[in-house]
């Protein structure tokens, strides 16, 4: 099924379907973007009314029909917004299997807690840094199961002893070789069985009671594809060739970065509610200040500031997008307190030192609450397991609280002993200090 909406130019349809569909968890597709042609002088692809930009913005190779689609926000952590006028398919490539690659990886970790879905395939999973386990696509910790590297089984009059060294992935193979060994020793069934569900229950309780150390590492070439994010926003908004030029070579240099820093100021940027994740980008030319430059904030936590021009000569320029990560496509209005002046954002991209204390602090609130979303999903499985194949609105019965608690207890036991410190995280900094 389909959903069809037309209007005048300017009536707010595409506004109108952009929200229904990510309301109704639809693909959304503009005709626009497929019925205007190339060589007309507006284009859809972008805002109407502003002349198209014919060249790549990094080489300025011509662009054309052919010219693949780039993704402002990579799509790999949840950006929708792509065009094909910012740059050329040899830039596109270059950048999406350098930079973008490189960005996309650094947030892996969150962008599967959150379930961050993309357009083509499936994310990887990220593996723990103590080998234990590893977060699914869709946003699951699975643990490895633990090997048995030592056991000593003695039986005496029929019952049986088995004792077990419990250490990392063949526990399946291990626990049906002792099962094969005690019934070929002449143990009852029944003992055998009673054995059997107690290692089971013993490398359970051990695993769950362990914590997940997650290492990751923001910076480099990340913070590269960040001044990207910037350079394109800027660009797909109208703004000029001209005036992005001085940060190509940080774009394609593999040094230090420059003109481009992680910012983390004692009160945060940008207001959003408690329990909501966002992209946010804002793009600001200041004809007084001739600066033009933008703050860019991905998943709440990782927030940096880039100079695109600290020679700009064009009018005030201003555009912000905030993308609900969680609700993608949705895009929301966020108030916020942008406002630099040239020497704060020259004295931001060349400051040496990491602002550890906040960055850790944004980075707990993020984990917390992808770690939240996750627990109400499973709540929500947990309740449609258990009374999903009950009809509906009769009075609950023994079976139905049976059913439920059995998913529900399991559950709880899980989160005893993780609460806060389920994730041990170890952030890394790359690139950012010589």
């Avoid at 250490?167 to 070789?177: A, D, G, L, P, Y």
Wanted: proline share 3%.
């Amino acid at each position: 099924m389909g959903i069809i909406i037309f209007g005048a130019s300017g009536a707010g349809f595409t506004t109108l379907g952009r929200e229904i569909a990510g309301r109704l968890k639809y693909q959304y597709l503009d005709i626009g973007d497929y019925l205007w042609c190339w060589n007309t002088k507006y284009h859809s692809d972008k805002n109407r009314g502003k002349s198209m930009n014919c060249k790549c913005y990094v080489c300025q190779e011509n662009l054309n029909e052919s010219t693949s689609y780039e993704h402002i926000i990579p799509n790999a952590i949840g950006g929708f917004i792509k065009s094909r006028e910012l740059i050329c398919n040899h830039c596109n490539k270059k950048f999406g299997d350098g930079i973008d690659f490189e960005l996309s990886k650094q947030l892996l970790f969150v962008s599967n807690m959150l379930g961050i879905r993309r357009d083509r395939g499936q994310s990887p999973s990220f593996p723990t840094s103590d080998g234990k386990g590893y977060i699914s696509s869709d946003g699951e910790f699975i643990r490895h199961k633990p090997d048995i590297r030592e056991r000593a089984i003695n039986v005496t009059d029929g019952a049986a002893e088995v004792k077990i060294n419990v250490s990392s992935s063949k526990i399946e193979t291990q626990i049906k070789s002792i099962t094969k060994e005690l019934r070929q020793k002449g143990v009852p069934e029944e003992s055998v069985m009673e054995v059997l569900d107690k290692m089971k229950s013993s490398t359970d309780q051990y695993w769950e009671s362990t914590k997940t150390a997650i290492s990751f590492e923001i910076g480099g070439d990340g913070l590269r594809a960040i001044a990207k994010i910037a350079a394109s926003f800027y660009i797909f908004n109208g703004g000029e060739h001209k005036y992005v030029q001085q940060l190509i070579p940080t774009l394609l240099c593999r040094c230090r970065p420059e003109r481009v820093n992680v910012y983390y100021p004692s009160k945060n940027v940008v207001s959003k509610d408690d329990e909501e994740v966002l992209h946010s980008v804002i793009v600001i030319g200041d004809d007084v200040e001739k600066v033009l430059y933008a703050y860019v904030e991905l998943f709440n936590f990782y927030k940096c500031i880039v100079l695109l021009s600290d020679a700009y000569e064009g009018d005030y320029f201003y555009a912000t997008h905030f993308l609900d990560v969680l609700n993608s496509p949705n895009t929301v209005e966020r108030d916020h307190t942008l406002k630099l002046s040239r020497e704060k954002l020259i004295g931001i991209v060349n400051e040496s030192e990491f602002p550890q204390k906040h960055y850790g602090e944004a980075l707990r609130q993020i984990l917390l609450l992808a770690d939240s979303k996750k627990r109400s999903e499973q709540i929500g499985n947990i309740i449609e397991n258990s009374f999903g194949k009950f009809p509906t609105g009769v009075p609950m019965t023994q079976e139905m609280f049976n059913a439920f608690m059995g998913e529900f207890i399991p559950y709880i036991i899980a989160q005893i002993p993780l609460e806060e410190n389920k994730y041990q995280v170890d952030g890394h900094v790359s690139g950012l200090i010589e």
